[in-house]
């Protein structure tokens, strides 16, 4: 493919395409030569397809993500619509504490919507959100999965907890803003959620 | 500025002797002893005991090794934290003791950060790396980012060596099972499937090590397992480090620890180096594992920035996280 390469990943380069007459982005997972070809094209499939099904389940459940136009698994390609947008880790920083706060809010409400439905995004970081006229989109479910137990909600949130707190130090209230969003809407019990949050903060080495 | 710096962590001590010359280490001299166990992993109390017999000896060595005399030190260094807490207040001890015997002042410094420091110190292209610091205890992806080193990946259950030598426990090898096991990983042939856990940034090793505990259970080749154990971890933290790097959008990546010795890891981080167009550092292998010369740097590089530290503020921490530490020589 020739198109432009606009961003290159860890495990994938996306590409601006024209697909039918619309924006399109390729994701196209690279193979790893560091690893043995029996893990790495076995993580390319199943990421490639577990993939594809969250994006689709995720907007079916309210959370803005980009429109699937085409996906071919054995080759780890999807093509999506393309969002034109800010990298929410771009704005973050700079934005007014009142913006910051509604964004973290969004962010939160919008994670539940996904826990409500036992989608879990797997990399919750502002790298992976866009904001496209005040409307918030989740990119890159690369690493997500389809999972019941309370554990699998904890740690997405705690990824992003993690985030937030490495690349957005200097706004300390950022994630209290996003559990605020969270308990919102998070149609279970959100305070189970936030103890497992604090059991796996703890959990961690040297707290 | 002649710094010497004491380490002690964990099942090794160390004594390093190091001089400043022109914003770059030069090691004079860098001893380390290790605590063997006569069976199973480390005892906290055996290693301490084993570290407060030989440490004035090896102090003694690393002086004698740099051709110095304990008059010609400036600073000394220890290893604050993390670590083990009888190992760390042996060393601590040791610290204490030579600072006001020969009245030069004393600092802790932060394990952890040393082995990110010791690369940017020794290595001159080593200037802003991503860390892969895999050891017995920790597994951590650490980068500077708004000020501090900050883990952006961490492993969430056990450090990596640790998950290699439970395993290695449970078929015989003796510790650090980790070198063996690399060599019976060189005869394995088949991959077995193992779990590959990687969430978000973060890691974790104990699903993996119970489904390979299960395999010796079910009487796979020994080396086979081991293969597959390499492979997938491996292959696990390169793809965490890689997150990292392209996350904080840096080119650089530094390895540092015990499991950074091993061949199959320097190789696949050293390849995805390469396909980034990233540059790939190892410390020389002394440096690597846990080792005095390390600490003396960061000892220095502090207390060059104005950093002090009176005996009272000396005091041990076991759980002494990378992302505490104020970062006051780099901007």
Same mark, same amino acid.
């Given at each position: ?38 893990? =790495? ?40 619509? *393309? ?49 496209? =006229? ?5 990119? =890159? ?35 209290? *803003?996003?559990?605020?969003? *969270? ?15 604090? =059991? ?5 080495? *040297?707290? | ?31 380390? #002893?290790?605590?063997?166990?006569? &069976? ?6 055996? +290693? ?7 440490l004035a000896d090896v102090i003694a060595q690393s002086v004698k090794q740099a ?29 204490? +003791? ?5 009245? /030069?002042?004393?600092?802790g410094v932060n394990h952890c950060v040393a082995h990110l420091e010791i690369g ?16 017995? +205890?920790?597994? $951590? ?6 000020? #501090? ?13 640790? @998950? ?15 070198? /063996? ?5 060189? $005869?394995?042939? !088949? ?27 079910? #009487? #796979?080749?020994?080396?086979?397992? @081991?293969?597959?154990?390499? !492979? ?17 959008? &840096? ?26 167009? +990233?540059?790939?550092?190892?410390p020389a292998q002394d440096l690597c594992i846990d080792n005095g010369a390390m ?16 005996? !009272? ?19």
């Open positions: 493919m020739t198109n432009k390469m606009i961003y290159k990943g860890a495990e994938a380069e996306i590409r601006v395409t024209d697909y039918m007459g619309k924006n399109a982005v390729v994701k196209q997972r690279i193979p790893k030569s560091y690893r043995i070809s029996e893990i =790495d094209s076995s993580l390319i499939t199943s990421r490639t397809k577990e993939e594809s099904k969250l994006i689709a389940e995720a907007r079916s459940c309210g959370v803005s993500v980009p429109l699937l136009f085409d996906i071919n698994v054995a080759q780890g390609r999807i093509i999506m619509q *393309y969002l034109k947008g800010d990298r929410v880790k771009d704005i973050l920083n700079t934005v007014s504490e009142q913006q910051r706060k509604k964004i973290c809010y969004m962010i939160g409400e919008s994670v539940a919507k996904l826990h409500n439905n036992n989608l879990i995004h797997g990399d919750i970081t502002t790298s992976n959100m866009i904001l496209v =006229d005040n409307r918030l989109h989740f990119i =890159d479910f690369g690493l997500g999965s389809k999972n019941t137990e309370l554990e699998s909600k904890g740690v997405d949130l705690h990824v992003l907890m993690e985030a937030l707190e490495s690349t957005h130090s200097q706004h300390p209230r950022c994630f209290k *803003y996003v559990l605020q969003g *969270y308990t919102k809407a998070f149609e279970g019990n959100a305070n189970a959620v936030l103890h497992k949050i604090e =059991d796996i903060v703890r959990r961690g080495r *040297y707290r | 500025m002649i710094s010497v710096g004491i380490e002690g962590t964990a099942h090794s001590i160390g004594s390093g002797i190091v001089k400043n010359v022109n914003g770059s280490c030069h090691v004079l001299s860098n001893i380390i #002893k290790t605590y063997h166990p006569k &069976k199973g992993g480390i005892h906290t109390r055996e +290693a301490a005991n084993h570290h407060a017999e030989h051709h110095l005399s304990y008059s010609d030190i400036d600073l000394i260094s220890f290893s604050q934290g993390p670590g083990l807490g009888p190992c760390l207040r042996t060393t601590a001890t040791a610290a204490r +003791a030579l600072s006001l015997s020969i009245e /030069k002042p004393l600092i940017r110190g020794t290595l001159d292209a080593c200037t802003d790396p991503v860390l892969l610091y895999t050891s017995g +205890a920790n597994t $951590q992806v650490i980068a500077f980012a708004e000020g #501090k080193y900050r883990v952006f990946g961490e492993t969430l259950d056990i450090g990596i060596g640790n @998950c290699l030598d439970k395993f290695g426990r449970g078929i015989g090898l003796e510790f650090p099972s980790g070198p /063996k096991l690399e060599k019976l990983a060189l $005869q394995g042939t !088949e991959y077995l499937e193992l779990p590959y856990s990687i969430k978000g940034m973060d890691i974790a090793f104990s699903g993996l090590l119970t489904a390979a505990e299960q395999l010796v259970a079910k #009487k #796979k080749r020994i080396e086979d397992i @081991c293969y597959s154990i390499q !492979e997938t971890a491996f292959a696990a933290l390169t793809e965490v480090t890689e997150r990292a790097m392209a996350h904080t959008e &840096k080119s650089e990546v530094l390895l540092g620890g015990g499991v950074a010795s091993n061949k199959r890891l320097r190789s696949m981080v050293e390849t995805m180096a390469q396909e980034r167009n +990233a540059s790939f550092f190892v600490i003396a740097w960061l000892g220095f590089l502090m207390y060059d920035s104005g950093v002090r530290m009176t005996l !009272e503020e000396s005091s041990i921490n076991q759980r002494f996280r990378t992302d505490m530490v104020e970062v006051t020589w780099r901007d």
